[in-house]
Every structure is written in C-alpha cells, then in structure tokens.
C-alpha cells in the first residue's frame, strides 16, 4: 500500500503482512505486483495510472479517472502505446438495470431523439476555513502533486477534497462520472461527444470577474473554501439531435425519454410503461443486446430490474472487479475501458468549463477541441507543477 498520508497506508496494511510506501513509485518498482488499483484524490489518478501501466501493471483505476480532457487524452496514448489493461470503477457498467437500459435505448424502442435527464446530486458549500501546519505523518507537498502551491487546510483533502475545483470538479465528476457515462452510452456516443454545451451554475466563493486560467496557472487566489457548483443546470446536444441535461435532483438516476416512451433507472431498480409492456420476443432481443454490450459475458438484464432493496447493488460491484481479472487473463478491453471512460469523463468537464465561462461552446468530438474559442481551449489542460508533471 502506498499513500502520501502514511496513517492512511498504515491503517490499511492493518498488520505487517503488508508493506507500506509514502512513495508509490516505489510499489511500481516491484516485479511480484502485477495489479494496482488507484484510490487517490482526482488530480493523482492520471499520473499514478500512467506510470504503472509504464511499469508493466494492470490498474483498477477509481472514477473520476482524470482532472482534465488533456488527461485523459495523454492515459489513453499510454495505454494504447504499452497494451495494459484498465478498468475504471464505473461499476454501473456491470449493473443489470443499467445495460437493460442502454440496451432499450439503443434499440430505438423509446424513439429515434433521447432526451437523458442525470440527477446527479447537489454539492456543498463551505469555509473559508483556517490554515493549519500539516500533520507530520502527511507529504502536503505530494497531496498537491501537479497542482498550485498552497497552505495546508484539512478541508483540501480526506474526503472533502473533491468539492474544490483545484483538485476535482465536484458533484459533475462525482456522480457525474457515473451517470453521465451511462446516457452517453445509451446514446450511443460513448466514444465521441457533444457538439455543444450550455449551462449555469453557482460557485460559492467564485467572484463574478473569475479568470479560471489564471485561477489554475496559480495566479488568482479564491477565499480558502469550497468552491465547485452547488447548484447547476447543464445541457449537452449531440449531433443526431439527442441531448443530455444535468441537473442536482430530485432523487438520484437517470431518466431516457424519447417520442415513444420513457424509462427511469438508478442503483435501485429500473421502471416506466416500455419495462412494464415487454414481450418475450423483446425480452429476448434486449437479453441478446446486453450481452453484447457486456462483451459477451452472462449477466441476468431482468435480475434486479425492479430492486427497492438494492440487494444488486454489491453485485454489480463484485462482477465489475471481477470482469478486470477476466480481462487480465485473456486481455481483452473491459467494459469500462478508458476510451470510453475518457469520452464520459470529457462531457463531465465541459460542463464545468461552459458553466465557469458562462456561456454556450461549440465542441468538435473528432478533434476534441472547441470551435473558435482560445479562453475554453486554454482550460482543457492545466499548468502542472514540477516535479509531478503528466506525460503520455
């Protein structure tokens, strides 16, 4: 185990059976580790995971898997240039109710143009809070690896570090990076994107003059607090017509709705008229659909359709590990492959940069860049701090 924070490692290792690292690079130094998987704060993910399939292993990487749409460009020349295998822990991938509903959608039983509403989540607010010394048991200047030089506050870090835009992108990365992948997917852009973006959202702390490139080159200072969206409505538009609204709530899911019918979905069950209207021969159809989409793998798409208990939620998280080891023995892609991890991801922060510019961005998904605007170009890489910057 290693951790810049050595309680963290400790407490893991739990005994001595386990070695313990402040240094990660030196856990990818060793010949009997073939797997890693990466449980770090965002802004880490990127470079840890780039660095150990350069060092031969294969990674379970957590979501979100990057900081920025630069990232994920740079993690996918890695993976493609060394053949490694990556999964990234979106395990709603390997959860019954949600192939069901990709499955449904693809197949055009809810119409030709979908609309996807994500309820995603609010996030909070909070501080300025107090400057501290940093504990002696953390490295505070390896917690901040590639991002500005900063005092330490508890607050930056442990599990409230994703609510600052410096180090995540809040509620849009967190829930976001889940549900965001699965519309996409059912879509059926799960490796493009949108072409244009939209939204508003509300910055505590943020000042209405903000300059995010000057904010993430360390040259603006924000009050020392939280300071990712609390309250947010995005629209992404996708070139066959179909879009994509990201929204706090109510409730926790995703809700596809096209000319002929709509269905609801989350970690619980899955509902509406179309579910309740199958007949065997589309029951059969969709069976054969989800088993491709899961790459051929047996899974059970009426299982846990309609779960109140979530007792298929633990399940899905199991299958989902497990599909990794299948994948690093026969090396194939896993179903949450980065590529189209990358792509979800990618939407995830272009909701971010329209809502911290203010106003709508054309995207070329093929080039992966912005259409005429260099202030939204600028913030699809971030300056890095030595020595942790990223290279493919």
Avoid at 37 to 51: L, Q
Avoid at 363 to 386: G, S, V
Wanted: aromatic share 8%; with cysteine.
């Amino acid at each position: 185990c290693a951790d810049v924070n050595l309680q963290h490692a400790e407490r893991f290792a739990g005994d001595d059976s386990c070695a313990v690292y402040g240094d990660y690079r030196e856990l990818l130094d060793r010949q009997d580790i073939d797997v890693v998987t990466i449980g770090t704060p965002d802004h880490w993910h990127t470079r840890i995971a780039i660095d150990a399939v350069k060092a031969g292993k294969d990674v379970y990487c957590e979501k979100p898997m990057t900081l920025t749409i630069d990232e994920g460009k740079k993690l996918c020349q890695a993976v493609e240039a060394t053949g490694r295998i990556v999964q990234v822990g979106t395990q709603q991938r390997s959860s019954a109710q949600f192939l069901l509903a990709v499955a449904i959608a693809q197949s055009g039983m809810l119409g030709r143009t979908i609309k996807a509403t994500c309820y995603i989540g609010a996030a909070p607010a909070g501080g300025p809070f107090p400057i501290e010394d940093p504990p002696q048991h953390l490295n505070w200047d390896a917690w901040l690896g590639q991002c500005p030089n900063v005092p330490f506050t508890p607050q930056r870090c442990y599990g409230t570090f994703r609510w600052w835009l410096e180090y995540s992108g809040g509620k849009l990365t967190d829930w976001g990076a889940h549900h965001l992948d699965i519309a996409q997917w059912a879509l059926g852009y799960d490796r493009s994107g949108p072409v244009e973006i939209e939204g508003r959202g509300n910055f505590p702390l943020v000042p209405d003059d903000f300059d995010p490139v000057a904010f993430f080159a360390g040259r603006a200072k924000l009050p020392n607090g939280f300071n990712t969206a609390t309250d947010f409505e995005v629209t992404l538009r996708f070139a066959n017509g179909s879009s994509i609204v990201v929204v706090p709530g109510p409730g926790n899911g995703i809700l596809l709705e096209g000319e002929q019918g709509r269905i609801y979905v989350n970690r619980a069950r899955i509902s509406g008229k179309p579910i309740e209207e199958l007949a065997k021969n589309d029951r059969d159809r969709l069976g054969e659909t989800v088993a491709r989409l899961y790459g051929g793998r047996a899974i059970d798409p009426f299982g846990v359709t309609t779960d109140a208990a979530n007792t298929g939620r633990d399940q899905a998280t199991v299958q989902h590990m497990q599909y990794l080891f299948d994948c690093v023995e026969d090396r194939s892609q896993p179903v949450s492959d980065v590529f189209t991890h990358h792509r979800a991801v990618s939407s995830c922060h272009l909701c971010n940069i329209a809502m911290v510019l203010g106003r709508k961005l054309r995207w070329d998904p093929d080039k992966e860049d912005f259409l005429n605007d260099a202030q939204a170009t600028a913030l699809i890489a971030r300056p890095q701090r030595e020595p942790y910057t990223i290279e493919a």
